[in-house]
């Protein structure tokens, strides 16, 4: 069974950054793409980032290109997502995903393409 957890969210101050980890169970990342997800209460969970299990491709929502950075550590099991010059509307609780692809359709993908998630960890971006 696939799994995931997720680690490294907290409170931090705009500009800030913050990196949050996904570690997975055992060959989780050879034949799962990983995405990002947050959401807001009340609002839906859109996807912020992906990378791909095939070559590690990352893809970015626009929102955050520029900003956060994807990456994995097949060794350790574990997805990165960095988080530099946050802000107050990143503010949400962020999901790692594990998606049956080989490559990710960009940041919008559908829940029927994803085999299980993690628990989630909060961010908050304030003074």
């Known amino acids: 069974q696939v799994q995931l957890v997720e680690s490294g969210g907290g409170l931090v101050q705009p500009g800030g950054s913050l990196r949050l980890s996904c570690t997975t169970s055992a060959d989780t990342l050879n034949y799962h793409s990983i995405g990002w997800f947050r959401q807001v209460p009340g609002k839906e969970r859109v996807g912020v980032s992906c990378?791909?299990?095939?070559?590690?491709?990352?893809s970015y929502r626009d929102s955050v290109k520029g900003r956060f950075t994807i990456s994995r550590d097949k060794a350790k099991n574990t997805v990165y997502l960095q988080m530099n010059s946050l802000r107050p509307e990143d503010t949400a609780v962020y999901y790692c995903?594990?998606?049956?692809?080989?490559?990710?359709?960009?940041?919008?993908?559908?829940?029927?393409?994803?085999?299980?998630w993690g628990q989630g960890t909060q961010v908050t971006v304030s003074s």
């Open positions: 990378i791909s299990s095939s070559d590690g491709s990352p």
């Open positions: 995903a594990a998606v049956y692809l080989d490559s990710c359709p960009g940041t919008d993908i559908a829940t029927s393409l994803i085999d299980s």
